[in-house]
């Protein structure tokens, strides 16, 4: 189902609007009050994220595949009649590439990347159900669950049986192996970009800053931009305000709780049905792996022998921001972009 595009489609209205509001958790520790959200508001904040929004086709695909029960998705307006709703953006032409986001995210975690590769795929970027404008449906607590309703969603939105490439980052980057596993020689390339699931435990990190309803907005503001630079981008330098919104809006819309579904085996397990050509990226300056490079190089080869084991130097662990012209030029690559599909 289709929804809108172009710059008839509501964008403000949708960014700004109090739907949605509760601030029902995250896994960052994190907590912004709703009346903090209203005073900070995003109107425009993101002019270049707005701008980029109302470029896209939204598509909606059922999330509730399993359960289709009544459920209230706090915090996505696509969902009514008793139906959940995942929520689809696309941009550009030429062969699909879908993007997967991390953890306490949405599609904005890409939104240095779109553009690039819409120059030459059709770049589907999804809401994971119950992040961003995605419903969470009842009972839906599982990687695995999460990763049934986004493969039956894939093939409503690129009919079978067109190849797909899935480009996956942090907890996107489980989910797409879960998906690749599902869907089998359909998937032509799995890229990750400092993907967990490797069972190959988490390093110890900083205590993180919370952000409580007494603070001001200046106040939490700088709070989310403390919790980038322990978490998520090396270099300070490249937590500019976009970053700091993104990071504040993303966190206050995130229902689904991952836990411990980053540390756990959920990729691993998924590997030896995984018959994509596999692309493994990290940052260098990735905070989250406990294990040296080569360590999480053996663990992907020892069930993809020639998989194609990749560091992006300087950057940290949201590296398709930060080091976004690398990034970018390494999916291009691996993806096999030719001639730009569009001028």
């Given at each position: 189902?289709?929804?809108?595009?172009?710059?008839?489609?509501?964008?403000?209205?949708?960014?700004?609007?109090?739907?949605?509001?509760?601030?029902?958790?995250?896994?960052?520790?994190?907590?912004?009050?709703?009346?903090?959200?209203?005073?900070?508001?995003?109107?425009?904040?993101?002019?270049?994220?707005?701008?980029?929004?109302?470029?896209?086709?939204?598509?909606?695909?059922?999330?509730?595949?399993?359960?289709?029960?009544?459920?209230?998705?706090?915090?996505?307006?696509?969902?009514?009649?008793?139906?959940?709703?995942?929520?689809?953006?696309?941009?550009?032409?030429?062969?699909?590439?879908?993007?997967?986001?991390?953890?306490?995210?949405?599609?904005?975690?890409?939104?240095?990347?779109?553009?690039?590769?819409?120059?030459?795929?059709?770049?589907?970027?999804?809401?994971?159900?119950?992040?961003?404008?995605?419903?969470?449906?009842?009972?839906?607590?599982t990687a695995e669950a999460l990763a049934d309703i986004v493969s039956?969603?894939?093939?409503?939105?690129?009919?079978?049986?067109?190849?797909?490439?899935?480009?996956?980052?942090?907890?996107?980057?489980?989910?797409?192996?879960?998906?690749?596993?599902?869907?089998?020689?359909?998937?032509?390339?799995?890229?990750?970009?400092?993907?967990?699931?490797?069972?190959?435990?988490?390093?110890?990190?900083?205590?993180?800053?919370?952000?409580?309803?007494?603070?001001?907005?200046?106040?939490?503001?700088?709070?989310?931009?403390?919790?980038?630079?322990?978490?998520?981008?090396?270099?300070?330098?490249?937590?500019?305000?976009?970053?700091?919104?993104?990071?504040?809006?993303?966190?206050?819309?995130?229902?689904?709780?991952?836990?411990?579904?980053?540390?756990?085996?959920?990729?691993?397990?998924?590997?030896?049905?995984?018959?994509?050509?596999?692309?493994?990226?990290?940052?260098?300056?990735?905070?989250?792996?406990?294990?040296?490079?080569?360590?999480?190089?053996?663990?992907?080869?020892?069930?993809?022998?020639?998989?194609?084991?990749?560091?992006i130097d300087g950057a940290g662990h949201w590296a398709n921001w930060?080091?976004?012209?690398?990034?970018?030029?390494?999916?291009?690559?691996?993806?096999?972009?030719?001639?730009?599909?569009?001028?």
């Open positions: 189902m289709t929804v809108g595009g172009g710059e008839d489609a509501g964008v403000d209205e949708r960014i700004t609007s109090g739907a949605g509001a509760l601030a029902v958790g995250d896994d960052l520790g994190d907590r912004i009050d709703s009346h903090a959200w209203q005073a900070y508001t995003i109107r425009g904040v993101t002019d270049s994220i707005a701008r980029l929004d109302a470029l896209a086709t939204r598509c909606l695909t059922a999330a509730d595949i399993a359960s289709g029960s009544e459920y209230n998705a706090g915090g996505s307006e696509y969902s009514a009649g008793g139906s959940v709703y995942m929520v689809w953006r696309l941009w550009g032409a030429g062969p699909p590439v879908v993007l997967l986001h991390g953890g306490s995210g949405s599609w904005t975690h890409w939104a240095r990347n779109i553009m690039p590769l819409a120059r030459h795929f059709t770049v589907w970027v999804p809401d994971l159900p119950g992040f961003g404008d995605s419903g969470l449906p009842p009972g839906v607590e039956s969603g894939l093939d409503d939105v690129v009919s079978l049986p067109a190849p797909v490439s899935l480009v996956g980052f942090s907890f996107g980057g489980i989910i797409a192996g879960l998906v690749a596993a599902r869907q089998r020689d359909r998937v032509r390339t799995l890229v990750l970009i400092g993907a967990g699931g490797l069972a190959l435990g988490a390093a110890p990190t900083r205590q993180l800053a919370r952000v409580t309803p007494t603070m001001t907005v200046a106040e939490a503001r700088a709070a989310h931009r403390e919790n980038l630079e322990i978490l998520m981008i090396a270099d300070p330098a490249q937590i500019d305000e976009a970053a700091v919104d993104i990071q504040m809006e993303n966190v206050r819309r995130t229902r689904f709780k991952i836990g411990a579904i980053p540390f756990s085996d959920a990729l691993v397990r998924a590997l030896p049905r995984i018959s994509a050509r596999l692309v493994a990226v990290w940052g260098a300056r990735d905070v989250f792996p406990a294990s040296p490079p080569e360590l999480r190089h053996a663990t992907l080869a020892a069930h993809h022998p020639e998989v194609d084991f990749r560091l930060e080091a976004a012209d690398a990034v970018n030029a390494m999916l291009l690559d691996v993806l096999g972009a030719g001639t730009p599909a569009r001028a």
